[in-house]
């Protein structure tokens, strides 16, 4: 019963470079969100889906992107990595009204 | 306007005492949720309640309990006879209709509890 699988748990880039982080649930949940953590920022929504093929902008998107292919696989993408993306990543996966279910977290540093 | 406002960055208390973590939120659904989580320091992000907008009953859980008032939109929760294990991070978060339907919460910048032995 893995829940929410969120590869990797640390990464450093370099600015520019690209990278993807991956996140997987097995608890068939309609909806998924990525979310960034900073300091004294609480969690802040940065894109979401409500099921496969279909994704939306949170409150901070600029310069990530998603996808969603199929239920169980959100990844997102950063395309063009900046100083200011280094920040604790999580992924959720939630069912309509039911409490979100979180990966470990994924710790990003861009240099 | 943050959606959900928890005013206290940082409370410091000593063992056994009461601590109450407060939250405001702003909505204008009549169907909604609220939940609390712990992030300890080791990371993670913990469950502790779902609340829907329908059931404004307090819930007592061991050393936590919780006060759901929809008159002044809060939820504030409240640790007993505070302990050590409880020193962490607490986010307060709103689910409420997005656009298709969808319910993602949005958290609160959260208050970091300190409990000092």
């Known amino acids: 019963n893995a829940g929410v699988t969120q590869t990797p748990k640390f990464q450093v880039l370099k600015t520019g470079q690209s990278m993807t982080l991956q996140c997987a649930q097995d608890?068939?949940?309609?909806?998924m969100s990525w979310y960034r953590q900073d300091p004294g920022m609480g969690l802040r929504l940065i894109h979401y889906?409500?099921?496969?093929?279909?994704?939306d902008q949170g409150e901070v998107p600029n310069g990530y992107n998603v996808s969603r292919s199929t239920t169980e696989d959100f990844p997102l993408r950063l395309l063009s990595a900046a100083p200011s993306q280094t920040s604790v990543y999580f992924c959720a996966s939630t069912n309509s009204g039911t409490e979100a279910f979180f990966g470990q977290g994924t710790r990003l540093t861009v240099v | 306007a943050q959606k959900v406002t928890q005013a206290q960055t940082e409370i410091s208390v000593v063992e056994k005492e009461d601590v109450t973590l407060d939250c405001v939120y702003e909505?204008?659904?009549?169907?909604?949720?609220l939940f609390w989580y712990k992030q300890p320091p080791s990371g993670e992000l913990v469950f502790l309640i779902r609340r829907n907008s329908f059931d404004e009953q307090n819930e007592i859980s061991g050393r936590y309990s919780w006060n759901f008032q929809k008159s002044t939109s809060s939820f504030n929760f409240t640790i007993t006879a505070s302990q050590v294990v409880d020193s962490a991070v607490y986010f307060c978060?709103?689910?409420?209709?997005?656009?298709?339907?969808?319910?993602?919460?949005?958290f609160g910048r959260g208050t970091s509890l300190i409990v000092h032995p």
């Open positions: 909505t204008r659904d009549t169907t909604y949720y």
């Open positions: 608890m068939n949940h309609e909806y």
């Open positions: 978060a709103l689910s409420e209709v997005r656009a298709g339907g969808s319910y993602i919460p949005t």
């Open positions: 889906s409500v099921g496969a093929g279909i994704t």
